[in-house]
């Protein structure tokens, strides 16, 4: 008995001598350390952080102070006190950052130290909290080298990304995207081909990259330069985007759910005048759509009626995720929902995502991953351009409300009260009665297996499939047509898409001589292939005017055409890698590409790839230096190949009209010689960190050498029997570099954090041939302002805008005509300018105080050029403020010498011509090409801001069901402080589906980005 109540006793004291400890443990930017490891000092007690890096466990207070240590991978160990309601905030160490580990080609891993091409992380909470709907837009500014371009700021508009540079004059200049080792059709509808009357310049459909949901990524690298990419073939001609999902994390199980709610206004239209009305000689006619007529009425009621079109957009999107896991097998299941409705009237975009993922170790030796993403999109569009609401209600006069746009009848459209002319369109009309909509149902599915035979080898099989079913509808009403006289049109297309991928990967890696020197090697086999099958259907002559069918149709108009394209490549790949001491690392690669759609005399093809790295700091005199704390000297040479697409060697045959039927091409020929373009690149640049990790920086200079150019619909010599062909022409260069540049201003107690971050790039392009009967290729869908095309020309920039400029004499004088006083237009195009700006920067910041975290992140672009196609088409109407000041200026003599016979004489006679604005009828001299672009043009957007508080988490313990929670507060293009007259100065004429060289640096009726202000929270259940 007696030693029963002793142990009694014993086991009291004991109890009463521990103390429980909790704490939750964070990065610098709030977020939860997961898995981090927590030690008491001197013992082999410890724990581990959860999900929402909380932690707890007993110390023994009989040994009086007790200390733990914290520790995690790449982050510096810290040691504290043990004391009740402890909060850690660990910091990024740059000695332990050399050694993590980056995700590569198909999935695997590199450490990053030995990558000796610019690669570039982004993470994803990064990109959760852009406040933008869509990953890719949220790229902008976050990466250097990288350009993102939309086509607007309507919902669902297309993105056109680009690394570094353009490597094709008409082909495909867009990354490789790849999700979890699969790559991800990210295409963009071309309504030229399904007809209709529609192109990329004056109708945009989403790209499929819109239908991934940024809160299924965990995390992003961007490889950069070719020898990065080279491992995934043609189709990495351009870089890569590696995007690994979320698999779930051990642990308790957890459920998250967020949302956001955001509202847009548009800003940063041109004002109309008003004091000018319609009509020609400076009197009233409202027979006329231009404005040059006499004063208006003192008191007459004038109508905004861009208003008319516009609205408040609204945005509304839920996420909600499960995931549980242990330490053998991990799932995560997510669900999000987005509805957005836009600025301009009747456009709406909406998306549904499903997820499901997760990771498993079978057994010591066989491990499994897989996943799945379904999306569902429905995205109401209106066109763009010359054809959009916007040019159109600039055209309506502006003594009439637009907004009333159906005749009394209640059917017909409405023409202007004072107007006698039928061939205005109502834009709102157009807006509620036409149809430009798409929808799509998508599935991305992969899974692979890595078995691990022996020690420090592995085989890897992956297998993947994307597949979508996407309808597009395009249809214009009968009354929207002049005088109300149309037949109406209607064009639907069933496009299905259908990508199956395969690859196989073995590889073995070991070290030797005391682990001085690393050796891996590996070896895959890839197939890939894409199929589309393509049902477009067309018909007119409505039966009742508000029905948008094809059933509605006239039997006799309707016509359908199929169309089904199959590409196939099938590679070979090798990769050996060589690393001496942690500090030396060498890489060669090789890759062969056998491609279905070149001919078969070409359709192999080889490029190898070779890339080293340097550690400097691992050398003696560097190692243990205060200041310079990790830095790498690295370059890469690598080629690769890049095929053409379906049916460009032998082009689609089309049914003929002649007698007895039959098949023939049409105005493209075959071309049965056809090779795939080669692109060389080289880069070499640094990687470091100094001054106890404050600073982060890199630097790459990279020069390419494009050859082989595969030009889509080359103009030929009619003697040849073809209009068109595609054909192997041109070569040119591209040289430049990015840097990134990341400080920390401030860091002190408290989670106190100001963190600023710079992205630059500089990019320079030259042509250096072209057929010696070829003076200028252009791209035709470029050329919608005046004689403004995007024109190639040796010794020239790929992206120069060419057009008519004024003669001049060999003394660069512009030459007049003695008739009229006005300057002279060359009939043939030349260089007038580059699109290209001298720089582009993104800059991000960052503060942080306890639960608090304040960021911004800025786009801007310094010296660029712009064509101000608004304002062009403004002052041909008589609706800009500039078009006032010419009238009202007075007799103008322009500078310049007169064409007499004497301009190239020592003594030209200089113009003396006075010519008055006020007496132009119709119009008012506009001026020529050259005057239409906007040079030096400099441009900074505020497009995020954001100010998140995190509660604490001592206060979400007491709930016993909430673990995390936060609310955020989030601006998205707020202010642009730019010297640009027009619309935008980032305007792109052109959706993605245009490829080639695109149209960024047009501003045609462009629809900016609109400004938005969103508010949300998150919220995390144990």
Not at 354 to 368: C, P
């Amino acid at each position: 008995m007696k030693l029963l109540l002793s142990v009694l006793l014993l086991s009291v004291g004991v109890a009463m001598a521990q103390t429980r400890i909790t704490g939750n443990v964070t990065d610098e930017k709030g977020e939860p350390v997961i898995g981090a490891s927590i030690l008491v000092k001197g013992t082999d007690q410890g724990t581990v952080t959860d999900l929402d890096g909380n932690f707890s466990l007993s110390v023994s207070s009989s040994r009086g102070k007790n200390y733990l240590i914290i520790s995690y991978m790449g982050m510096k160990t810290q040691e504290v006190e043990a004391k009740p309601n402890l909060t850690i905030v660990l910091k990024e160490d740059a000695t332990m950052l050399g050694e993590v580990e980056i995700t590569a080609e198909f999935g695997m891993k590199r450490v990053a130290r030995a990558v000796g091409s610019s690669v570039q992380n982004v993470k994803a909470s990064d990109i959760i909290e852009s406040g933008r709907d869509n990953f890719i837009s949220a790229l902008q500014g976050r990466v250097a080298g990288m350009t993102v371009s939309s086509s607007g700021g309507a919902p669902g508009a297309s993105n056109t990304v680009v690394l570094r540079s353009l490597t094709s004059i008409s082909g495909n200049n867009q990354p490789l995207y790849v999700v979890d080792g699969i790559p991800m059709n990210n295409s963009t509808f071309d309504p030229t081909s399904v007809g209709g009357g529609f192109s990329p310049r004056n109708l945009d459909f989403a790209s499929r990259g819109n239908d991934f949901n940024p809160e299924d990524i965990e995390s992003m690298t961007v490889l950069k330069g070719a020898a990065a990419a080279a491992l995934y073939g043609s189709d990495a001609s351009n870089g890569a985007i590696i995007i690994t999902t979320k698999k779930g994390r051990k642990g308790k199980g957890r459920v998250a759910y967020s949302n956001t709610f955001r509202w847009d206004k548009a800003y940063g239209y041109p004002d109309i005048q008003t004091k000018y009305a319609n009509g020609s000689y400076g009197t009233t006619n409202y027979y006329y759509t231009k404005h040059f007529g006499g004063l208006y009425p003192e008191g007459m009621p004038l109508y905004d009626n861009f208003n008319s079109v516009l609205q408040t957009g609204f945005s509304n999107k839920h996420n909600v995720s499960v995931e549980a896991g242990s330490d053998k097998a991990t799932l995560r299941a997510g669900a999000s929902y987005l509805n957005q409705t836009g600025v301009i009237k009747t456009t709406d975009y909406s998306r549904f995502n499903l997820s499901l993922s997760g990771k498993a170790e079978i057994t010591s030796w066989l491990k499994f991953e897989g996943s799945m993403q379904y999306s569902s999109t429905q995205n109401t569009k209106v066109p763009r351009g010359v054809e959009g609401p916007l040019f159109l209600a600039m055209k309506w006069p502006l003594v009439d409300d637009m907004s009333e746009y159906l005749a009394v009848d209640g059917a017909h459209m409405r023409y202007p009260r004072y107007y006698t002319d039928t061939d205005l369109l109502n834009p709102l009309f157009g807006l509620h009665k036409n149809k430009f909509y798409d929808e799509s149902d998508r599935f991305i599915s992969n899974a692979s297996v890595t078995i691990t035979p022996i020690k420090n080898a592995f085989f890897r099989a992956q297998v993947g499939w994307d597949v979508g079913m996407q309808t597009f509808e395009t249809s214009k009403h009968p009354y929207y047509y002049a005088s109300n006289n149309g037949d109406g049109s209607y064009v639907l297309t069933k496009s299905n898409f259908s990508d199956p991928t395969l690859n196989l990967l073995a590889g073995y890696n070991d070290k030797y001589f005391d682990n001085k020197f690393t050796f891996s090697v590996q070896f895959g086999y890839h197939q890939l292939q894409n199929g589309i099958t393509r049902l477009s259907t067309s018909g007119s002559k409505f039966i009742i005017p508000d029905f948008q069918s094809i059933n509605n149709c006239e039997p006799a108009t309707v016509s359908s055409i199929k169309r089904t394209t199959k590409r196939r490549i099938q590679a070979l790949s090798s990769q050996m890698e060589l690393g001496y001491n942690n500090m030396v690392f060498l890489t060669f690669r090789a890759r062969n590409d056998w491609s279905s759609t070149l001919p078969k005399a070409n359709n192999s093809y080889f490029y190898p790839a070779v890339e080293g790295a340097f550690i400097l700091t691992e050398l003696p005199f560097l190692k243990d230096n205060k200041m310079i704390n990790y830095l790498k000297i690295r370059g890469s040479v690598a080629r690769v190949g890049k095929d053409a697409g379906p049916l460009e060697i032998d082009p689609q045959l089309e049914a003929t009209e002649l007698t007895g039927g039959g098949f023939k091409y049409g105005y493209t020929g075959p071309n049965k010689k056809l090779k795939p373009e080669m692109t060389t690149s080289r880069e070499i640049g640094f990687e470091g960190r100094f001054w106890d990790d404050r600073i982060v920086a890199d630097f790459t200079y990279f020069a390419t050498h494009c050859s082989d150019q595969i030009v889509k619909g080359f103009r030929l010599s009619y003697a040849t029997g073809f209009v068109l062909n595609n054909m192997n022409v041109g070569t040119f260069n591209t040289w430049g570099w990015d840097s990134h540049v990341d400080v920390d201003i401030i860091r002190g107690a408290d989670n106190l954090r100001w963190n600023m971050g710079l992205n630059l790039s500089q990019a320079h392009s030259e042509v250096v041939s072209l057929p010696e009967n070829v003076s200028e290729y252009y791209n035709w869908m470029t050329w919608n302002s005046g004689n403004i095309r995007n024109g190639i020309m040796v010794g020239n920039p790929i992206t120069t805008l060419t057009g008519r400029a004024y003669q001049r004499n060999e003394a660069g004088q512009v030459l007049i005509d003695p008739t009229t006083g006005l300057p002279m237009v060359d009939s043939k195009w030349s260089v007038l300018g580059d699109r290209e700006p001298k720089l582009r920067f993104g800059i991000t910041s960052s503060l942080s105080y306890k639960g608090f975290r304040l960021s911004a992140m800025f786009s801007g672009r310094y010296k660029a050029t712009v064509v101000n196609g608004t304002k062009r088409s403004m002052m041909e109407n008589g609706t800009s403020w500039e078009s006032v000041d010419l009238r009202e200026r007075g007799p103008v003599i322009f500078n310049g010498v007169l064409k007499d016979g004497k301009e190239e004489s020592d003594n030209p006679t200089k113009n003396t011509i006075a010519v008055d604005y006020s007496t132009y009828g119709s119009s008012v001299y506009n001026g020529g090409d050259e005057d239409w672009l906007e040079r030096n043009v400099h441009y900074l957007r505020l497009s995020e801001l954001r100010l998140m508080y995190r509660i604490p988490s001592q206060w979400l313990r007491k709930t016993k069901v909430i673990s995390d929670a936060s609310i955020h507060l989030t601006g998205n293009d707020l202010f642009t402080w730019t010297n640009y007259s027009g619309i935008d100065a980032v305007g792109n004429t052109v959706s993605a589906a245009a490829g080639g060289t695109g149209g960024e640096g047009y501003d045609v009726w462009s629809i900016p980005n609109p400004r938005g202000m969103s508010i949300g929270f998150n919220l995390t259940f144990n």
